[in-house]
């Protein structure tokens, strides 16, 4: 028996490969299912089963496909409802795996449908369990996502999490090894640990939502603190229990090359957005007007997901040469699939060709520093200026410049409409790549009297730039 975690930093998500005597199965896959089916051929295994804990909300499976490649069946817990053939086990139903078996364990509250697979090796030992989005690695999943479905509020959710962790996880013994569907970085929960592997035992020690007086006490501990969901998350739960263009189709779109006139015209006379993947450093020399940048180096998929909102958004592509099949396929993963194609040759190419082009005033935190002046609750350089910072409410909470108003990235269509075009401000995430990202879309939105700071609150913590602790609430934007 041999099982391997498959984890994709990007995506904060893991997928699960478990062979044994000649057999496979997974857990979760990506979209992408050509990586799947090399291992299994080199491997020289046959895939018995596609493992679904439950219908995923952040990410689109990659399980209809890797079942049509495979006859693999894909199997769900009890309660699911997918709109293409599966089987759809009884609670406690065993599958056998060469000389292992995989015991289904419904685990609503997440979801109605979230199960976990509980691994039981060649002696019949409970060896591991596969946990989903039921549990985290210091968290839980949480229980306000499935609420319209299950016409029920994220209080009820949460209380059907509890009766399936303490009645059917908790019992489990400490030595199994608990492998989630996801790690820190995740929307999917909020204090989840950087690491991605741990002993269920140890997760009875340290996870709160484990060591709970009672029911009540869990309910509010679990639902505390819970930041809305991304917009996409409710139309990636929709492809992955409808079904989806296969990958094999969404690439061959998306690698589409356009000369620059092509692309061009496709812009100017459709509706398609122009997705920049560059990095920020490059993307602030010069750029396509109207680009929005969100770079691949980065969480791209998540903040395409959180900034695009609408998976059926026509996109235009410019990336780094050699980086059109990447972008495509880390956009598939999320569900934007409707890419018309990329600018062949990248941004080179549209400057060769004399195409406008546009930049986004950068500065360096040693500049900043030297234009700034923070006087009597203003900040103020040439005239009065405040400054932005996009970085998450938490990171703002534990230190940031002083009098900055934090107004976090991911809620920018909800602030965007209280910023004054006529008024200057400074715009800073923590390293530059998603104050650029914020910066892209104002431009693109027609506010251009900012300035953005390279490198973020990392370089300005190196300046003389008063920071502070302090949190002055009229100056969190939620």
Same mark, same amino acid.
């Given at each position: 028996?041999?099982?391997?975690?498959?984890?994709?930093?990007?995506?904060?998500?893991?997928?699960?490969?478990?062979?044994?005597?000649?057999?496979?199965?997974?857990?979760?896959?990506?979209?992408?299912?050509?990586?799947?089916?090399?291992?299994?051929?080199?491997?020289?295994?046959?895939?018995?089963?596609?493992?679904?804990?439950?219908?995923?909300?952040?990410?689109?499976?990659?399980?209809?496909?890797?079942?049509?490649?495979?006859?693999?069946?894909?199997?769900?817990?009890?309660?699911?409802?997918?709109?293409?053939?599966?089987?759809?086990?009884?609670?406690?139903?065993?599958?056998?795996?060469?000389?292992?078996?995989?015991?289904?364990?419904?685990?609503?509250?997440?979801?109605?449908?979230?199960?976990?697979?509980?691994?039981?090796?060649?002696?019949?030992?409970?060896?591991?369990?596969?946990?989903?989005?039921?549990?985290?690695?210091?968290?839980?999943?949480?229980?306000?996502?499935?609420?319209?479905?299950?016409? &029920?509020?994220?209080?009820?959710?949460?209380?059907?999490?509890?009766?399936?962790?303490?009645?059917?996880?908790?019992?489990?013994?400490?030595?199994?090894?608990?492998?989630?569907?996801?790690?820190?970085?995740?929307?999917?929960?909020? =204090?989840? &640990?950087?690491?991605?592997?741990?002993?269920?035992?140890?997760?009875?020690?340290?996870?709160?939502?484990?060591?709970?007086?009672?029911?009540?006490?869990?309910?509010?501990?679990?639902?505390?603190?819970?930041?809305?969901?991304?917009?996409?998350?409710?139309?990636?739960?929709?492809?992955?229990?409808?079904?989806?263009?296969?990958?094999?189709?969404?690439?061959?779109?998306?690698?589409?090359?356009?000369?620059?006139?092509?692309?061009?015209?496709?812009?100017?006379?459709?509706?398609?957005?122009?997705?920049?993947?560059?990095?920020?450093?490059?993307?602030?020399?010069?750029?396509?007007?109207?680009?929005?940048?969100?770079?691949?180096?980065?969480?791209?998929?998540?903040?395409?997901?959180? &900034? $695009?909102?609408?998976?059926?958004?026509?996109?235009?592509?410019?990336?780094?040469?050699?980086?059109?099949?990447?972008?495509?396929?880390?956009?598939?993963?999320?569900?934007?699939?409707?890419?018309?194609?990329?600018?062949?040759?990248?941004?080179?190419?549209?400057?060769?060709?004399?195409?406008? $082009?546009?930049?986004?005033?950068?500065?360096?935190?040693?500049?900043?520093? =030297?234009?700034?002046?923070?006087?009597?609750?203003?900040?103020?350089?040439?005239?009065?200026?405040?400054?932005?910072?996009?970085?998450?409410?938490?990171?703002?909470?534990?230190?940031?410049?002083?009098?900055?108003?934090?107004?976090?990235?991911?809620?920018? =269509?909800?602030?965007?409409?209280?910023?004054?075009?006529?008024?200057?401000?400074?715009?800073?995430?923590?390293?530059?790549?998603?104050? &650029?990202?914020?910066?892209?879309?104002?431009?693109?939105?027609?506010?251009?009297?900012?300035?953005?700071?390279?490198?973020?609150?990392?370089?300005?913590?190196?300046?003389?730039?008063?920071?502070?602790?302090?949190?002055?609430?009229?100056?969190?934007?939620?």
């Amino acid at each position: 028996m041999k099982v391997e975690q498959i984890y994709t930093g990007c995506l904060a998500q893991g997928a699960y490969y478990i062979t044994s005597n000649g057999e496979a199965a997974i857990i979760d896959p990506l979209r992408e299912t050509q990586p799947y089916l090399d291992r299994l051929e080199k491997d020289g295994v046959k895939l018995k089963y596609i493992f679904e804990t439950h219908f995923h909300a952040d990410f689109v499976s990659g399980h209809v496909d890797l079942s049509n490649k495979t006859g693999a069946p894909i199997v769900y817990g009890p309660t699911a409802k997918p709109e293409f053939e599966a089987i759809v086990a009884a609670d406690n139903q065993i599958f056998e795996l060469g000389n292992v078996k995989i015991k289904v364990l419904h685990t609503p509250g997440h979801t109605m449908e979230s199960s976990c697979f509980l691994l039981m090796d060649e002696n019949g030992k409970e060896t591991a369990l596969f946990s989903g989005d039921t549990l985290f690695l210091g968290d839980v999943g949480r229980p306000d996502l499935a609420q319209k479905a299950a016409s &029920m509020t994220q209080e009820e959710l949460a209380g059907l999490l509890y009766e399936s962790l303490y009645n059917k996880i908790l019992p489990l013994p400490d030595d199994v090894t608990v492998y989630p569907a996801h790690g820190a970085g995740s929307a999917c929960g909020k =204090n989840m &640990m950087k690491e991605t592997v741990d002993s269920l035992g140890n997760q009875k020690k340290m996870n709160y939502a484990l060591n709970q007086p009672n029911k009540e006490a869990f309910i509010k501990a679990v639902t505390d603190g819970l930041l809305p969901p991304p917009a996409y998350f409710g139309m990636n739960v929709a492809m992955n229990k409808k079904g989806y263009d296969t990958f094999d189709e969404v690439l061959k779109h998306g690698m589409k090359a356009l000369s620059a006139e092509e692309f061009e015209a496709i812009a100017e006379s459709t509706e398609a957005l122009i997705l920049d993947t560059r990095s920020d450093k490059d993307f602030a020399k010069g750029f396509i007007p109207q680009s929005v940048n969100i770079g691949l180096n980065g969480d791209f998929a998540p903040w395409v997901g959180a &900034m $695009i909102v609408d998976v059926k958004q026509p996109i235009l592509l410019l990336t780094e040469a050699g980086k059109e099949e990447e972008a495509v396929t880390r956009l598939s993963r999320v569900g934007f699939d409707n890419v018309l194609g990329h600018l062949a040759g990248g941004f080179d190419t549209w400057k060769v060709a004399g195409k406008e $082009i546009d930049t986004v005033n950068r500065i360096s935190a040693e500049q900043f520093s =030297n234009e700034v002046k923070i006087t009597c609750g203003a900040a103020s350089g040439g005239g009065e200026s405040k400054i932005i910072d996009v970085r998450k409410e938490s990171e703002y909470a534990a230190e940031h410049v002083e009098e900055a108003y934090s107004k976090p990235l991911a809620y920018i =269509n909800d602030w965007v409409k209280d910023v004054n075009p006529q008024e200057h401000f400074y715009l800073h995430c923590a390293g530059g790549y998603r104050s &650029m990202i914020a910066a892209s879309i104002l431009q693109a939105r027609g506010y251009r009297n900012f300035t953005e700071i390279a490198g973020g609150f990392n370089a300005i913590a190196q300046t003389n730039v008063p920071k502070t602790d302090f949190v002055c609430q009229s100056k969190l934007i939620h």
